[in-house]
């Protein structure tokens, strides 16, 4: 089955513990992106990455760390979290960026 | 920088009423457009798109119209069904294909 798949689903944590979220797909996508969503925010980007050792600053990078060493893996890292990081983050893949994107599951992460 | 702008919500209809969720957006050179919906507990699923103007996006009775000279891409439904309450965010590829910006969503919920 095609998907995009992320762990852990929820997390809570305390401020300054360094965390990663892990993104993977089986589709063989280019490109891969991460998100937040928060209420009445909608979802802003992250980063993203056009491919392997590839990546780029969203609209709100800052706090967050990516890697992109294989094609199928896109994790995030937050290095030092603080409590405006708490948020639902979502990871997607697409073939190219203008054609529909494949969102996971999402990841509800809670810093205290 | 490129933004997006949509109706505020929640939106209540009635079974077989007509639905219209407002966009606008804000972007240099040419975006592609999309309607995402959000199911509870889910991620985004793309409903809808179109890369350039006066393209008409449909999908499960859905239509959006990218109209260049206003600037949106308005989503309409002639007879929404409860199973169409969910959230709904429009959104825009930039001009390069790499960025992606969502608006806030709309909650539609749709009563018998």
């Known amino acids: 089955e095609a998907q995009v798949t992320q762990n852990p689903r929820y997390l809570i944590t305390v401020t300054g513990k360094k965390l990663t979220v892990t993104c993977s797909q089986n589709m063989n996508h280019e490109y891969m992106s991460w998100y937040r969503q928060d209420p009445g925010l909608g979802l802003r980007q992250i980063y993203y990455s056009m491919n392997v050792e590839v990546t780029d600053k969203g609209d709100v990078p800052e706090g967050y760390k990516v890697s992109r060493k294989e094609k199928r893996n896109f994790p995030l890292i937050l290095e030092s979290p603080s409590p405006n990081q708490t948020s639902l983050y979502f990871c997607?893949?697409?073939?190219?960026?203008?054609?529909?994107?494949?969102f996971g599951p999402g990841t509800r992460l809670t810093v205290l | 920088g490129d933004s997006v702008t949509q109706m505020e919500g929640p939106v209540t209809l009635s079974e077989e009423a007509f639905l219209t969720i407002n966009c606008t957006y804000t972007?240099?050179?040419?975006?592609?457009l999309f309607w995402y919906v959000q199911y509870p507990g889910e991620g985004l699923q793309l409903l809808l798109k179109?890369?350039?103007?006066?393209d008409k996006g449909s999908n499960k009775g859905f239509e959006a119209t990218y109209r260049k000279e206003t600037t949106s891409f308005h989503l309409e439904k002639g007879s929404v069904q409860v199973s169409d309450s969910a959230v709904y965010f429009c959104?825009?590829?930039?001009?390069?294909?790499?960025?992606?910006?969502f608006g806030t969503g709309t909650s539609l919920t749709v009563i018998p």
């Open positions: 959104a825009l590829s930039d001009f390069t294909g790499n960025q992606f910006y």
């Open positions: 179109a890369t350039k103007a006066d």
């Open positions: 997607a893949s697409s073939s190219l960026p203008r054609f529909e994107q494949f």
């Open positions: 972007a240099t050179g040419y975006p592609s």
